[in-house]
Nanobody, 120 residues
Framework: QVQPVESGGGLVHAGESLRLSCTAS????????MGWFRQAPGKEREFVAA????????RYTDSVKGRFTISRDNAKNTVYLQMNSLKPEDTAVYYC?????????????WGQGTLVTVSS
């Protein structure tokens, strides 16, 4: 199983935006719900958002609703996370993974993730 590759992280100020990308193999991506997760320093990894394979259904954790948008381009085997109005508490390593719908439970091994740091 080849892990997805996350990118797009960086250092931003509170209130700014970032867009994360996650590219997976066609085998991983096809007909699979995909999700974003994050792990802040000293904390457990948590679910952030998920999108059904067709893109028609999405889910978010409460803390990011209205600020983050998950989307996918099935032709590119890529899932995105548009993050607006970032807050210092969004600072974490962000990961993507194939997920079980609708629970959002991650199914595969984790990749390297991409670090997002939000300064106040």
């Amino acid at each position: 199983q080849v892990q997805p590759v996350e990118s797009g992280g960086g250092l931003v100020h509170a209130g700014e935006s970032l867009r994360l990308s996650c590219t997976a193999s066609r085998r991983t991506f096809s007909n699979s719900a995909m999700g974003w997760f994050r792990q802040a320093p000293g904390k457990e990894r948590e679910f952030v958002a998920a999108i059904f394979w067709s893109g028609g259904n999405v889910r978010y954790t409460d803390s990011v609703k209205g600020r983050f948008t998950i989307s996918r381009d099935n032709a590119k085997n890529t899932v995105y996370l548009q993050m607006n109005s970032l807050k210092p508490e969004d600072t974490a390593v962000y990961y993507c993974n194939r997920v079980l719908w609708p629970t959002g439970h991650a199914l595969d091994a984790w990749g390297q993730g991409t670090l997002v740091t939000v300064s106040s």
